[in-house]
């Protein structure tokens, strides 16, 4: 069974960075799709980021696009999300999320971590 563990949320000013870690278990992840989502309050949760495991392929949601990075680290079967110039809007608590490729929607998640980015 696939288990996903976020961490590294917290508090950090405008302007400032975080950086997020999904540690997964439970499968060797060679043929997943790893993602990071988003929802802030009284908002539908919103697509970040995802990583092709094999090779690296990475595709990003268009609020994000050139502030967040999404990387994988293999020895530790660990996926991050480096969050750049981070804005108010990007408050939200993010969700670590898996697939299969080529499957249909994202059936693995984290609990999620808090992220609030103070004006």
């Known amino acids: 069974q696939v288990q996903l563990v976020e961490s590294g949320g917290g508090l950090v000013q405008a302007g400032g960075s975080l950086r997020l870690s999904c540690a997964a278990s439970?499968?060797?992840?060679?043929?997943?799709?790893m993602a990071w989502f988003r929802q802030a309050p009284a908002k539908e949760r919103e697509f970040v980021a995802r990583?092709?495991?094999?090779?690296?392929?990475?595709f990003y949601g268009d609020s994000v696009k050139g502030r967040f990075t999404i990387s994988r680290e293999n020895a530790k079967n660990t996926v991050f999300l480096q969050m750049n110039s981070l804005r108010p809007d990007d408050t939200a608590v993010y969700y670590c999320?898996?697939?299969?490729?080529?499957?249909?929607?994202?059936?693995?998640w984290g609990q999620g971590t808090q992220v609030t980015v103070s004006s």
């Open positions: 439970g499968r060797t992840f060679s043929s997943y799709v």
């Open positions: 990583i092709i495991w094999s090779g690296g392929a990475t």
């Open positions: 999320a898996a697939k299969r490729v080529g499957a249909g929607p994202y059936d693995n």
